[in-house]
């Protein structure tokens, strides 16, 4: 079946290690937050040198290596882990042999950058940092991602999707992630946030920077998926390790992006490809993502039930405008369980909807259904209470900018780039 998007070569890179320059000449001072969205001269304007760190070109361009870009996929998708938590994210992903897309790893420490096993690296604000990282300051984060716009925009050349996957309330997390948002869906990219809200143990300081920093990525992105830490304590034991504890917290960022990556790159008997997605993530704001998986005799609505209430998010699909969800079984998956599913996912959605759905047949579920959801459209003033608690009040959300609404600059710089 033939899908939507064009298939572009990726850009190639003959060396390990590209230094990309910013042109002669040209100065300014240092950036006020959020200013790529005004500064007049363009991507380039910061003066400094960005390290871009390749793999060698038979893993960039996905010849047998986990999160290579198969020729068979016509989306081209890219994750962009950013920061540590976003980095961490990458790793379980790679780790977990996601397929399909392109993994590239923007972080300020650059002894983290060499422990990632993201297939392209970029170091920003190297010049600003020096590769020691942000210490936990979003506001050096900013800067240090507006220094090295343009190894971001060259990073989200002709891409179809982006995934943005950070963990708010860190430093480079909180103030770079909203920076690559902002420059990935100028570029023409469907956009998707998929970010955690730390920890109540972590302290008022990074929550507060986190709530500031959703509240930026929010109005940068087409789509933001925010999993809140803290749910993560109502489905694990007490005696939990910390370190466990951050690991599963990895891990649901992972769950994130595949479920979402697996309903374009695997096909199905009834296939939604990335047309369907892209109808119902563009510019939808807030976005919940349930993956549910049963087994036994009620398997299928077991599945659907668990991935429709998403009990992480405590949010449920009724508000939703729109929805995409996939089922996955064995070769047993029955017609009457695909009904069943898809009796589940309506009864509960608002009537005036749009729901698209497909259903794929994977081996390795034999014996287990497995549903993913994404439901879409949620009001911007929907609270923020159910993922921040009563004390946090909602952060003011800025009208959507057009796309060329300050940002002929950057449309410049990407055409200089092709």
Known sequence: MQRSGTLRSPRR????????????????RPPARASWRRDPYGVCAAGPRTRVMVAPRAAAEGQGVPGGLPPSNNARIKVLGVGGGGGNAVNRMVSSGLKGVEFWAMNTDIQALDQSKATKKVQIGQELTRGLGTGG?????????????????????????VFITAGMGGGTGSGA????????????????????YPFT??????????????????????TLIVIPNDRLLDIVGENTPLQEAFLLADDVLRQGVQGIADIITIPG???????????????????????????GKNR??????????APL?????????????NITGGKDLTLSEVNAVSEVVTSLADPAANVIF????????????RVTIIATGFTQNYPLEPFFGSAVEEAPIAPPQKKSEGLSFLSDRLGRLK
């Open 13 to 28: 890179l003959g060396a390990s290690m590209v230094s990309v320059s910013a042109p002669q000449g040209k100065t300014r």
């Open 137 to 161: 300051n979003a506001e050096l984060g900013e800067k240090a991602a507006d220094e090295s716009q343009e190894s971001i925009a060259e990073a989200v050349l002709d891409t179809d999707m």
């Open 177 to 196: 992630a909203p920076v690559v948002a902002g420059i990935a869906k100028s570029a023409g990219s469907l956009t998707v946030g998929v970010v955690t």
């Open 201 to 222: 143990f972590e302290g008022k300081r990074r929550s507060q920077q986190a709530v500031e920093a959703i509240s930026e990525m929010r109005n940068n992105v087409d």
């Open 269 to 295: 008997l009834v296939n939604v490809d990335f047309a369907d997605v892209k109808t119902v993530m563009t510019n939808s704001g807030t976005a919940m993502l349930g993956v549910g998986t049963g087994t």
């Open 300 to 309: 299928a609505e077991d599945a659907a039930q668990q991935a429709a209430s």
């Open 313 to 325: 998010l405590e949010r449920s699909i009724e508000r939703a405008t729109g929805i995409v969800y």
């Open 358 to 369: 497909g259903t794929c047949i994977d081996e390795k579920y034999e014996g287990e259904v």
